[in-house]
């Protein structure tokens, strides 16, 4: 059974940072796209960043984000610096076999998510 728990979301004021953690298990993950993505109140899921063999990220959160990933430990994580209260959002993390690693309807496995609060 293939499960990706998420972690490391909460509250932080305008220009701190977080540190997302997203733990995969029920098989090997090692080839898959790992993604994040993020929903707002009231808008559709968006793409914030993906790593494959490259990493992919929005120009929303290009600079500012960064996704790793540690295959011995089947995690992913997203540092996300200098936050905005615009990048308020339930954060998920999805992986995919598929192409092209922007889209979300190319992600097979989804977590629950995790929320981050940005305030100003």
């Known amino acids: 059974q293939v499960q990706l728990v998420e972690s490391g979301g909460g509250l932080v004021q305008a220009g701190g940072s977080l540190r997302l953690s997203c733990a995969a298990s029920g098989r090997t993950f090692n080839s898959a796209a790992m993604g994040w993505f993020r929903q707002a109140p009231g808008k559709e899921r968006e793409f914030v960043a993906a790593?494959?063999?490259?990493?992919y990220y929005a120009d929303s959160v290009k600079g500012r984000f960064t996704i790793s990933r540690d295959n011995a430990k089947n995690t992913v994580y997203l540092q996300m610096n200098s936050l905005k209260p615009e990048d308020t959002a339930v954060y998920y993390c999805?992986?995919?076999?598929?192409?092209?690693?922007?889209?979300?309807?190319?992600?097979?496995?989804w977590g629950q998510g995790t929320q981050v609060t940005v305030t100003s």
């Open positions: 999805a992986a995919t076999w598929r192409s092209p690693v922007v889209s979300d309807k190319e992600y097979d496995y």
């Open positions: 790593i494959r063999r490259s990493v």
